[in-house]
């Protein structure tokens, strides 16, 4: 069975760096696209980016372009989303998904049950 | 870049009402299109790819329709357990989601 579970909910303050993660199992890592989406309170989907685990290829959404970083770690089958330094509008549910195929622009089939981020001084 | 709209943005309506829904696309993605179910707290659940595909396990009263630019998403007759927010996705060019589609209770 593929399965994606989150890490726990996060609390920050501003200018904190984070870092989340979606382990992945039931499945071959390397051979999906996964991708981050972000639901800010109140408000609907949004794309991120996505990633390669075979090669570590990404793209990313250009409304996230250089605001946040995605990466896996093959050994461990986990995928990260990280800050550098959080803004308190990152503040959001984050949810990682897998790709139906090796397509990069394929549909995701697979959810995460979603990170939330908390970022107040 | 693709933008997706939705209509309605709130949609009201009784168990047993028949139900649709509408996605634009701005330019024509072919039939890469994808329907999501979306309640509080929980995961995003595919319903429908390539426009109409119904993705296993998903009840068949669930049922997607057109290509281009202009596709629905037809609930046939509502359950309790659909009171939800419907996401439409495009995946022609990458991935943009329209604003979504709250159904909640009349």
């Known amino acids: 069975e593929v399965q994606l579970v989150q890490s726990g909910a996060e609390v920050k303050k501003p200018g904190e760096s984070l870092k989340i993660s979606c382990k992945a199992s039931?499945?071959?890592?390397?051979?999906?696209?996964i991708g981050w989406v972000r639901q800010m309170p109140g408000k609907g989907l949004e794309w991120m980016g996505i990633i390669y685990p075979g090669d570590s290829q990404t793209r990313y959404s250009p409304s996230f372009q250089g605001q946040v970083t995605i990466s896996v770690d093959k050994s461990i089958t986990t995928a990260y989303l990280q800050w550098s330094s959080l803004k308190a509008s990152d503040r959001a549910m984050y949810y990682c998904?897998?790709?139906?195929?090796?397509?990069?622009?394929?549909?995701?089939?697979?959810w995460g049950q979603g990170t939330l981020v908390t970022v107040s001084s | 870049d693709i933008q997706m709209t939705q209509f309605p943005s709130t949609l009201s309506a009784s168990v047993g009402d028949r139900v649709t829904i509408t996605c634009r696309a701005s330019?024509?993605?072919?039939?890469?299109l994808a329907w999501y179910q979306h309640k509080p707290g929980k995961a995003p659940k595919l319903l429908i790819y390539r426009a109409s595909s119904l993705e296993s396990g998903v009840p068949s009263r669930f049922s997607g329709r057109g290509s281009g630019t202009e596709f629905t998403l037809t609930i046939s007759s509502l359950q309790p357990d659909d009171f939800a927010t419907y996401y439409c996705q495009q995946y022609n060019n990458f991935f943009t989601f329209g604003p979504g589609t709250k159904v909640d209770i009349k």
């Open positions: 039931g499945y071959s890592f390397t051979s999906y696209w």
């Open positions: 998904a897998r790709s139906r195929s090796y397509d990069e622009s394929d549909f995701w089939s697979h």
């Open positions: 330019q024509s993605i072919n039939v890469w």
